[in-house]
C-alpha cells in the first residue's frame, strides 16, 4: 500500500501542478581567508565560515540530468574561492556583498542570502548577514 496516492497529492512535476521555487545552498562551508582591518590580522588568515542561499528562478530548458545546465552548489563555491585568491580583504561586509554579487550574475539566480562569520576573532563567531536580490525579482 505504500504506492497508495493521497487524495489531491500530485507528483511534483505533474503538469498544472504548482511550481514550488528553487533553492541551492552552501552552508557551513570553511575556508582561510586574509581578512580584516586590524594590524594583527594583515597577513595572515583567519577561519572564515560561509552560508549562502540562492532562490532560483524557473528553469527555462530542461536539465536533462545535466549539471552543465545547472546552477549548482559548485559554482556558489568556486565563486567564493575566486574571490578570496584575489588576496586581503578588509571587511566581512565588502566579502559578503561580493559573494552575492558573483551569485546574481548568474541567470537563474532570483535573490542571495549570505552569511559569513569569522570563527577566530571572538569566542563563538562573528559577522555578517544580507539579502540582497536582482531588481524586478
Known amino acids: 500500500m505504500a504506492e497508495q496516492r493521497l487524495k489531491g497529492a500530485e507528483p511534483r512535476n505533474a ?58 552548489y559548485d559554482t556558489i563555491i568556486k565563486g567564493i574561492k575566486s574571490i578570496i585568491a584575489r588576496g586581503h580583504i578588509n571587511l566581512v561586509e565588502t566579502l559578503a556583498e561580493e559573494v552575492a554579487e558573483q551569485c546574481l550574475a548568474h541567470p537563474r539566480a532570483a535573490a542571495v542570502t549570505v552569511k559569513i562569520e569569522k570563527l577566530d576573532k571572538e569566542p563563538g563567531a562573528v559577522g555578517v548577514e544580507i539579502m540582497r536580490s536582482k531588481a524586478g525579482g
Open 15 to 72: 503538469p498544472g501542478a504548482a511550481r514550488a521555487s528553487d533553492r541551492i545552498f552552501v552552508h557551513d562551508f570553511v575556508l582561510d581567508v586574509e581578512i580584516g582591518v586590524y594590524t594583527n590580522e594583515k597577513g595572515v588568515t583567519q577561519r572564515v565560515r560561509f552560508s549562502v542561499d540562492v532562490d532560483l528562478k524557473p528553469s527555462t530548458v530542461a536539465l536533462e540530468d545535466d549539471i552543465g545546465k545547472a546552477f549548482d
